[in-house]
T-cell receptor, first 113, second 114 residues
Framework: DGGITQSPKYLFRKEGQNVTLSCEQNLNHDAMYWYRQDPGQGLRLIYY???????QKGDIAEGYSVSREKKESFPLTVTSAQKNPTAFYLC????????????FGNGTRLTVT | DQQVKQNSPSLSVQEGRISILNCDYTNSMFDYFLWYKKYPAEGPTFLISISSIKDKNEDGRFTVFLNKSAKHLSLHIVPSQPGDSAVYFC?????????????FGKGTKLSVIP
């Protein structure tokens, strides 16, 4: 973690409800990312943002939405259109320069029933 | 199509011995490689990286080797300690204008037995 806060740690929702996951950073990094981790699947990129008010879809953006109204914050909304929303969601940041590692938050476990 | 492959889902090693975690990639454009360590219910932590201009990078007990011709990299942990028990992800990126994205492997769960 070290400056990346994801909240809450655990989240439970009923099917059909939208839910928003929070990610805040104080590392002054330009770029922010959302990944999803499923058992045996590794990490898959959902959305990323290199600058305020701009973001791009990753590999699995369907059923998700994001906003980047300020540098420190990059919330992810899991909509009811996401077919398999139960997963471990990870937010990451980086200085958006090449050959610099990403830093990850401690994740949010979302369970939808 | 999986561009970064970690073919061993799990690995068990005796404490004090060497752990070798392997990673293969298919995209010849990758030129920066990283290893992350992840404990359950936590985010991955950056461990070590290597640029394609090198074939070895060392940091304490951790060494990463890169074989570009074979499109293969490995992480060596010597000596292995029980606290090293975690899932290790290999990741790679291509140079690009602007964005910086990582492609991750599926991970290898390392168990270090005391």
């Amino acid at each position: 973690d070290g400056g990346i806060t994801q909240s809450p740690k655990y989240l439970f929702r009923k099917e059909g409800q939208n839910v928003t996951l929070s990610c805040e950073q104080n590392l002054n990094h330009d770029a922010m990312y959302w990944y999803r981790q499923d058992p045996g699947q590794g990490l898959r990129l959902i959305y990323y943002s290199q600058i305020v008010n701009d973001f791009q879809k990753g590999d699995i953006a369907e059923g998700y939405s994001v906003s980047r109204e300020k540098k420190e914050s990059f919330p992810l909304t899991v909509t009811s259109a996401q077919k398999n929303p139960t997963a471990f969601y990870l937010c990451a940041t980086g200085p958006d320069q090449y050959n610099s590692p990403l830093h990850f938050g401690n994740g949010t476990r979302l369970t939808v029933t | 199509d999986q561009q970064v492959k970690q073919n061993s889902p799990s690995l068990s090693v005796q404490e004090g011995r060497i752990s070798i975690l392997n990673c293969d990639y298919t995209n010849s454009m990758f030129d920066y490689f990283l290893w992350y360590k992840k404990y359950p219910a936590e985010g991955p932590t950056f461990l070590i990286s290597i640029s394609s201009i090198k074939d070895k990078n060392e940091d304490g007990r951790f060494t990463v080797f890169l074989n570009k011709s074979a499109k293969h990299l490995s992480l060596h942990i010597v000596p292995s300690q029980p606290g090293d028990s975690a899932v290790y992800f290999c990741a790679a990126s291509v140079p690009g204008a602007g964005s910086y994205q990582l492609t991750f492997g599926k991970g290898t769960k390392l168990s270090v037995i005391p």
